[in-house]
């Protein structure tokens, strides 16, 4: 019997040996450099002729103005900043001159410039302390609008400035609408007369209101019940029908049209998720929805003569997020992003069956093989609700090779983490981290009754469904369960603060980038601009003014900076307007008395999130550092 034994052992022995070895996948390792050797291309607005395409793009280290001609030729640099980002807004019809706007060191005060073909750059709008958005051509082609708070620093008028007057140097503009309710001006009809208007209620409800500017007449046109959001698109050529999206009697958001004589409403398009935004081309051929379908953009291009889909080119491994036609609706431009890829830009003859790419926006030192694609998922959170996320496994993940992880936070608290590139969420995962981008509740793109779920939350059940996520990230089996931190940027960057205070024990470090860590001064300091949404904002989150200031400051982690017991690093921006400095400044401080690792970079020439490339370079390549250090540990230790 034992010498059976020995035989079977034996046999075991030699059938284990001669198995083939589980392959270690091992991939290069990129620096912080090559991710930010990628460039981030945005715009893409027609010349008038349609030959070529004019874009921002950052492949200077900060964003400067480009056009692209559309028969893929050399781009050419309009723009030589190297302080400020300049970002592209539109061409002037029948010329090269452009339009485009900046603001200084991220104080989010933008103005309207004009660059003459000779390079000059003149400030259309040049208002002290104000700022102004640009709101489109007239149909005439001899002016254009903007909205500015010149008038108020609290509410957004509308203009309309001339180009016979911008040529004699003359900058005075047509008061079109002036704001003195906080009314926002959302549409405006071709011909001016009419203006939709919305009034923000709370995060989940507002109003929506017809002004004719002939009569003077204000109308409400969006009586409900409940919860609803109203929120304008377009009014068609003829000046007949307003065009909006809502939420009304339904869970997710739908294309509606008013019709301003009857008052009649009717449904135009519905979807199983989100339509996010919806346009016709200039003649009205062809009608544009983006729906923002489970993290993803679904764009559908209808044709309004046959009311049929146009199918679009299919761009391998890529998704369409935006599209954009030439007046003359031949020529069509797309935007086309991955998981693995910046943003490109696409153009293409109506009628062809392929695309010409214009830009590569990729590294060419990084393979695309060796990045991670993102993965939606979904896991239950603690009163069993199901939480979205966006999945992000290091490649070199396995069960024998458990690899630590990050959970990240989207800003907001209304925003949404989607799949698409980020620079840090690769570098994070290409140096052996994974990443559980959360969705959490309360988080935009999942319907009305989700969206609504954190009101007077905040801190708290959002917090749980992050918390929750560590258990998903524990099912995959590859993940060191020992070994979770969280990181994010604004409201995630408080949420990261919420952790580290109210849980201090479920994470191991955290990151806090640009992130609220007192509400009471926040929400005071709010910047006046945006006056007619501060009722709102006070309604989802509170109001420091009554006695929901005692439940804010309890949700203010720099109250109760004492409990925090883990590493923290804190990236913050000298000229935000949103989340001040001392904010960071006075949350680093109390962290510090604990005895608790801290590392803080501050900005001097960033606003509320980064537009340079060698600060991102400097914050992000540390925040990998810190990771090592405090999360992975041994790894660093063997470093030293």
């Not at 970002?87 to 485009?100: H, I, R, T, W």
């Not at 400035?161 to 911008?166: A, D, Q, T």
């Not at 590569?360 to 199901?386: H, M």
């Amino acid at each position: 019997m034992k010498r059976n034994y020995l035989i079977l052992f034996a046999l075991l022995f030699v059938l284990a040996a001669c198995q083939p070895k589980k392959k270690v996948v091992e991939i290069p390792s990129y620096s912080i450099e090559q991710f930010y050797k990628n460039t981030n291309v945005s715009g893409g607005s027609f010349s008038g002729d349609g030959s070529k395409l004019l874009v921002s793009s950052n492949e200077t280290g900060i964003y400067n103005l480009f056009e692209i001609p559309v028969d893929g030729s050399p781009a050419k640099q309009l723009t030589n900043s190297e302080k400020e980002s300049f970002f592209g807004l539109a061409y002037f019809p029948n010329s090269d001159k452009v339009l485009l706007s900046y603001d200084q060191g991220g104080n989010e005060n933008n103005h309207i410039y004009m660059r003459d073909v000779d390079g000059t750059i003149t400030d259309l709008t040049p208002f002290e302390g104000a700022r102004a958005g640009f709101w489109g051509w007239d149909r005439d082609e001899k002016s254009f609008y903007y909205q500015s708070n010149k008038r108020n620093p609290k509410f957004m008028d509308l203009y309309q400035i001339g180009l016979e007057s911008i040529e004699k140097g003359d900058f005075t503009a047509k008061l079109l609408y002036e704001n003195n309710d906080g009314l926002d001006v959302a549409a405006k009809s071709k011909d001016n007369r009419y203006l939709a208007l919305t009034q923000s209620i709370t995060t989940n409800n507002n109003e929506m209101y017809l002004y004719d500017r002939k009569s003077g007449k204000k109308m409400h046109i969006s009586e409900h019940s409940g919860d609803a959001t109203y929120n304008p698109q377009f009014f068609s050529l003829d000046g007949k029908y307003l065009y909006y999206l809502s939420n009304e009697d339904s869970d997710f958001v739908y294309l509606n049209k008013y019709d301003i004589e009857s008052g009649e409403k009717e449904m135009v398009f519905k979807a199983d998720w989100d339509v996010w935004y919806a346009y016709d081309s200039y003649n009205e051929k062809y009608r544009i929805i983006g729906i923002n379908e489970d993290g993803k953009t679904n764009v559908k291009m209808i044709d309004l003569t046959t009311n049929e889909e146009v199918k679009l080119p299919e761009i391998k491994g890529g998704d369409i997020k935006s599209v954009g036609l030439t007046k003359d609706e031949n020529r069509v431009r797309l935007v086309v992003g991955t998981s693995v890829s910046p943003n490109n830009i696409y153009v293409f003859e109506l009628g062809d069956t392929e695309a010409k790419k214009l830009t590569e926006t990729l590294n060419p030192e990084i393979d695309p093989a060796n990045l991670v694609e993102a993965k939606v998922v979904r896991y239950e959170s603690f009163d069993g609700v199901q939480i979205p996320a966006i999945y992000y496994q290091p490649k070199i993940a396995a069960a024998d090779r458990k690899v630590p992880a990050m959970v990240w936070v989207h800003g907001g608290p209304g925003g949404q983490s989607r799949v698409s590139y980020f620079s840090l969420i690769q570098f994070m995962v290409n140096h052996g981290y994974a990443v559980l981008a959360v969705n959490n509740r309360g988080s935009s793109g999942y319907g009305k009754k989700f969206y609504a779920m954190d009101d007077k939350k905040h801190g708290d059940e959002d917090l749980k469904d992050c918390i929750w996520g560590k258990k998903f990230l524990a099912s995959t089996g590859v993940v060191d369960e020992t070994k979770i931190g969280i990181i994010g940027g604004s409201y995630g960057g408080y949420m990261t603060m919420a952790a580290l205070t109210f849980a201090p024990e479920e994470f191991e470090v955290g990151v806090n980038i640009f992130g609220v860590t007192n509400w009471l001064r926040t929400l005071k300091s709010i910047p006046p601009y945006w006056e007619s949404f501060r009722n709102a904002l006070y309604a989802e989150i509170g109001d420091p003014t009554t006695i929901d200031s005692v439940t804010l400051y309890n949700k203010s982690p720099l109250f109760f900076a004492d409990k925090v017991t883990k590493p923290l690093m804190v990236l913050q921006g000298a000229n935000d307007v949103r989340v001040l400095q001392a904010e960071s400044d006075e949350i680093v401080e109390a962290v510090k008395k604990n005895d608790v690792p801290v590392e803080y970079i501050v900005f001097d020439d960033e606003g509320h999130g980064f537009r340079k490339k060698e600060n991102e370079i400097k914050g992000y390549g540390q925040v990998v550092v810190f990771l090592d250090k405090y999360l992975k540990k041994e790894e660093v230790a063997v470093a030293e």
